[in-house]
Structures are given as structure tokens and as C-alpha cells.
């Protein structure tokens, strides 16, 4: 075990890591400069276990009901060996399809099957790297439920992308296949740009596979293809988007994960968010002390966490608690950039202080962080 791993482990405690996968890694492009969740990632931490302790769960997950549209969604564009999906491509990429090979990687292995993603992976990676060597002119290659893999933090984690090695002229595509709905053909943008940015992940999964190989890696197409519902029925619809930014993005955070060392640097060197599990699995961890263990890593709050992070009311609580002007979104921070409380804010609002001479422009901004704080304050009650 190498000193990393054995610092992340102390962190962690006794608990299994909890890998990371598409949506982890799509959470380091929607807030980027926190240092808490990256170490907490990085050292596998359950974060919903987590807030669960604290007694502040955030609900992520989607209803069941929701689960199961989604599932019959995508099982009716992937039936019948993908021939729902071939049309969708034709048009939004203006291919011109002679012949598709189709293969669902979900049927490899059995329900005994100790490995079953390494099964997967394998299979997968073989299609992929048979797809990339062949002469133009052979059949495209569709996969389905098939498995990648990427570095992340040193460590290699699998993804399950829903379609993927589409080829093309010798490109391939990542198809994402999505339950929420493409009004008048165009999807909702926050929900878009959410699933971009998982899609990210598995363009730079493939990437890697292509180049560990000795391929050329960018065969993988920055373009992106969103099949979803058109309009409120379950007839599928195809948009292409270009994730060149998200795609961007995300690699620039993995490589900002090997500041791990330096993060962990900055807490005390047995620092612990081990919730230590008594005989019945249950949490003794006094939650003072996990609260003073989560105080010693820096967070980075903003509304915006609540979408993505389990640990966002407790980092909304602290942030709010602290005064800083980022727990009133984003927006007003940045608007209200040298402005770091939420104290000097509403002092600068009332009149209480005088704004400098490069502040006499944030009037708007000062009453618009007014109203956020009431907000939060109501919220928060």
C-alpha cells in the first residue's frame, strides 16, 4: 500500500472505499474548488452516510417511479439490436448506415459471476479495439451497457456508459440515452448539461483505452449524442451536442486530483471521518467530533451543491453559520468578488459601511444578497 493510500485510509477509517463513477466525476466540473469533496472522493468516503449521521440527508436519488420510466425508455430505444437508435444517428450525425454491428455487453458473464464489470470491461475494451483497427468500410459497431475504465487519482475506476463506440469515418461517438424530456426538440439546459458532463467521462475513458493501445485518441468525437423523449411521449429523439468544454473541464480536474497529497498536507495528520460502526453496523461517532473532523477540510458552498452533493445541507448550515458570502449562490459572490462575508454585505446595505471607491457600482448586487439571505435564513428555520 503506498503512503497515499494509507493517509486516504486513515481519513476514510473502516468503511470500504465507494469508487468513484460517472456522476462523482461529473460533480468535480459543477464545483470544482472544493477541497472537502475532493479528498472526500479520493479517499472512497460515503457521503450520504455521512450527512445521514449528521441527520442532514440530501436526497439524490430519483423515485422509483421515475426509475422505471427511465428504464423502459431506454429499453425501447436499444430493442430489437438498436434498430430505434440507427435512424436517431442517421439524422442527427447525417451518417449514411449500410450495415451496424450491435452487441448488448450486459449479457456477458452470469449472475455468479465474481467480476462481473472486469468481464464486461473486457469484452468491451475488445470491440472497441477490434471496431478501431478495422478498414473503413467495415460495419459500425453500437455497444450496449458496456464498461470503460479511468485513471482517476492514480486509481483505475469503471464506468457504465449507456451506448457507446459508435463509429463513423473512423470516429466514434458517446450516445447518452436520458428519460427527461427534448421540448420542440430541445432538452432542459441544467438537465443537458448534466449529462454532458457524465458524458465527459467516458470520452476521456475511451481516450485512454485508445492511446493506452497505441491509437489515435482523438477518434473519439468531441460530439455527443442526447437521445431522449420528444415532447411528453416515449418516442425517442436525437440531439447532438459538441462537450469539447465539459470534456475540457473534467480532464483538467483529474489532473487537479493529484493535488491529494497537498490537500491532505493541510488537515491534521490523523484527521478521521471514520463514523465508527458499533456491532449492529450503526454509527457511534459522537457527530461533534465528525463535525470538527469536516471543519479541517475546506468546502466551497453554493446553492448549487444541493443538486449534486449529499453533504450540501451540512455545508450550507456551516457556511451560513460562518458568515460567508458564498452560501448565498455563486452569482453573488461573484458579483460581490472582494466581498467575503455576509456580515460586511448587509453592513454595506443598510449603511452601516461605506462602500470603496471600485464597490460604488454593487447596489443591485448588495440588495439582491440581501434577499438571497433572507431566503436562507427562512429556508434554514
Do not use: W
Request: proline letters at 8%; one cysteine or more.
Amino acid at each position: 500500500m503506498s503512503s497515499l493510500d494509507a493517509r486516504l485510509g486513515v481519513l476514510r477509517g473502516n468503511a470500504p472505499p465507494t469508487p468513484h463513477n460517472a456522476r462523482t466525476l461529473a460533480a468535480l466540473n459543477a464545483n470544482p474548488s472544493c477541497d472537502r469533496r475532493t479528498l472526500i472522493d479520493a479517499a472512497g468516503i460515503d457521503k450520504a452516510a455521512l450527512a445521514a449521521h449528521l441527520g442532514l440527508p440530501q436526497q439524490l436519488t430519483r423515485s422509483r417511479l421515475a426509475l422505471d420510466y427511465g428504464i423502459a425508455f431506454e429499453r425501447k430505444v436499444t430493442a430489437q439490436g438498436g434498430a430505434p437508435l440507427v435512424p436517431l444517428l442517421r439524422q442527427a450525425l447525417g451518417l449514411t448506415l449500410s450495415e451496424v454491428s450491435y452487441d448488448d455487453i450486459n449479457s456477458v458473464g452470469s449472475a455468479e459471476d465474481k467480476s462481473p464489470l472486469g468481464r464486461r470491461h473486457s469484452r468491451t475494451r475488445t470491440h472497441i479495439l477490434s471496431a478501431a483497427r478495422h478498414k473503413p468500410g467495415q460495419p459500425r459497431t453500437l455497444l450496449d451497457h458496456p464498461v470503460l475504465r479511468l485513471t482517476v487519482a492514480g486509481h483505475q475506476v469503471y464506468l457504465e456508459p449507456d451506448i457507446i463506440a459508435f463509429q463513423h469515418n473512423g470516429d466514434f461517438y458517446i450516445v447518452e440515452i436520458k428519460s427527461f424530456p427534448a421540448i420542440h426538440g430541445q432538452p432542459d439546459p441544467t438537465k443537458a448539461a448534466a449529462a454532458l458532463n457524465q458524458a465527459a467521462a467516458y470520452v476521456l475513458a475511451m481516450r485512454e483505452l485508445l492511446a493506452d493501445n497505441g491509437l489515435p485518441p482523438e477518434r473519439v468525437s468531441d460530439t455527443v449524442i442526447l437521445v431522449n423523449p420528444r415532447n411528453f411521449t416515449q418516442h425517442p429523439t436525437a440531439t447532438p451536442y459538441n462537450a469539447y468544454q465539459s470534456i475540457k473541464t473534467l480532464s483538467r480536474h483529474l489532473h487537479r486530483l493529484r493535488r491529494v497529497p497537498e490537500l491532505l498536507d493541510k488537515i491534521p495528520p490523523l484527521t478521521t471521518l471514520d463514523l465508527a460502526p458499533g456491532p449492529d453496523d450503526q454509527p457511534t461517532r459522537p457527530r461533534s467530533e465528525l463535525v470538527a473532523a469536516l471543519a479541517t477540510t475546506q468546502a466551497s458552498y453554493n446553492p448549487g451543491c444541493h443538486h449534486h452533493c449529499d453533504l450540501a445541507f451540512h455545508c450550507r448550515n456551516e457556511a451560513r453559520n460562518q458568515g460567508r458570502i458564498a452560501a448565498l449562490g455563486t452569482a453573488v459572490r461573484d458579483d460581490l468578488a472582494g466581498i467575503d462575508t455576509i456580515t460586511t454585505a448587509l453592513a454595506l446595505t443598510d449603511g452601516q459601511l461605506h462602500p470603496a471607491r471600485d464597490q460604488k457600482d454593487i447596489t443591485h448586487a448588495l440588495r439582491h444578497a440581501q434577499r438571497m439571505y433572507a431566503e436562507l435564513q427562512a429556508d434554514t428555520a
